[in-house]
Nanobody, 125 residues
Framework: QVQLVESGGGLVQAGGSLRLSCAASGRTFSIYTMGWFRQAPGKERQFVAAISRSGLGTNYADSLKGRFTISRDNAKNTVYLQMNSLKPEDTAVYYC??????????????????WGQGTPVTVSA
């Protein structure tokens, strides 16, 4: 089992950047494929990005490629989401999720086993 805690959200102006972090408990972080999802008010949860256990493989939502970058540091049990050129439509609560031995191509949230509590991101126009 793993516990996930996100941080780094906040208020930023359009065009700005934020880096989200997700710290995982436990000693087996490297067995988890990690994903980032987001949910805007009144909307369904949306896949953002995923990263393989080694960090060598990544997958992004098509609409976010080029602006968002997912990375991980297995020595620190942490996964990151660097968000650049932020837009008001990026406003959402961002969640990290973990799936043991999962595929980086898994974009369905229901297939992830563990979730953090979320960190809110607000992008002002």
């Amino acid at each position: 089992q793993v516990q996930l805690v996100e941080s780094g959200g906040g208020l930023v102006q359009a065009g700005g950047s934020l880096r989200l972090s997700c710290a995982a408990s436990g000693r087996t972080f490297s067995i988890y494929t990690m994903g980032w999802f987001r949910q805007a008010p009144g909307k369904e949860r949306q896949f953002v990005a995923a990263i393989s256990r080694s960090g060598l493989g990544t997958n992004y939502a098509d609409s976010l490629k080029g602006r968002f970058t997912i990375s991980r540091d297995n020595a620190k049990n942490t996964v990151y989401l660097q968000m650049n050129s932020l837009k008001p439509e990026d406003t959402a609560v961002y969640y990290c999720a973990a799936r043991p031995f999962g595929s980086v191509n898994t974009t369905a949230g229901r297939l992830y086993d563990y979730w953090g509590q979320g960190t809110p991101v607000t992008v002002s126009a």
